[in-house]
């Protein structure tokens, strides 16, 4: 069954301070892994990573994709405030026969940043 | 550009009852998915839709449904709803050139916020 896990599940940290937050996935027709930031509202897009090592960056966010290890992290330096919400994995699958724009997502990580 | 819409925002229904949720893509965008967020389960796929045809289906029973029009818009249906329903149903649009191409990559809009009692 595919599968794509995140964690930390929650992280609380201070105003200033590097987060990573890492995703793994184990799926059978891997094509991309995507970022995703949710308030309390619908997920806005941040990152589609297809290649391994090629670091996509905006801003003071970064992601990076690992597809030897089934991994992926995004880093957010010097947080504030309003990076605070869930940070949401998900991978996207080829499907023999035909397209598919079908997610398959992780559980999410709360990002909590205190002043 | 308008971002994804939905219709209603919210919405309270009783057990038994059917609901139709609607969604207008992004204008180009031909590629409608749906999904279902909950506390317990996350975000789960319920379908994707192309120039009016199902392209991929997840794993839910067939009280849920779904239709796309000519213009790309598109609605989902729930039958005889159940307590397990409530949940917030979000639809996405993505660009696909042709029904063999996908791009994953996925605008969401602001979802729908079903509550069954």
């Known amino acids: 069954e595919d599968k794509v896990v995140q964690s930390p599940l929650s992280l609380v940290v201070h105003e200033g301070d590097t987060v990573t937050l890492n995703c793994s996935y184990e799926v059978t027709n891997f094509r991309s892994l995507l970022w995703y930031k949710q308030e309390k509202k619908a997920p806005t897009f941040l990152f589609m990573l297809?290649?391994?090592?090629i670091e996509k960056k905006s801003g003071r966010l970064s992601s990076i994709l690992d597809k030897k290890e089934l991994f992926s992290i995004l880093n957010i330096t010097a947080t504030q405030t309003g990076d605070s919400a869930v940070y949401l994995c998900?991978?996207?699958?080829?499907?023999?026969?035909?397209?598919?724009?079908?997610?398959?997502f992780g559980t999410g990580t709360l990002l909590a940043v205190q002043p | 550009k308008a971002g994804v819409t939905q219709t209603p925002r919210y919405l309270i229904k009783t057990r038994g009852q059917q609901v139709t949720l609607s969604c207008s893509p992004i204008?180009?965008?031909?590629?409608v998915s749906w999904y279902q967020q909950t506390p317990g389960q996350g975000l789960q796929f319920l379908f994707e839709y192309f120039s009016e045809t199902q392209r991929n289906k997840g794993n839910f029973p067939g009280r849920f449904s779904g239709r796309q029009f000519s213009n790309s818009r598109s609605e989902m249906n729930v039958s005889t709803l159940e307590l397990g329903d409530s949940a917030l149903y979000l639809c996405?649009?993505?660009?696909?050139?042709?029904?063999?191409?996908?791009?994953?990559?996925?605008?969401f809009g602001p979802g729908t916020r079903l509550t069954v009692l």
């Open positions: 996405a649009s993505s660009y696909a050139p042709d029904s063999q191409s996908s791009y994953n990559e996925q605008f």
């Open positions: 204008s180009g965008h031909r590629s």
């Open positions: 297809t290649s391994s090592g």
């Open positions: 998900a991978v996207g699958l080829l499907n023999y026969g035909g397209a598919t724009n079908k997610l398959i």
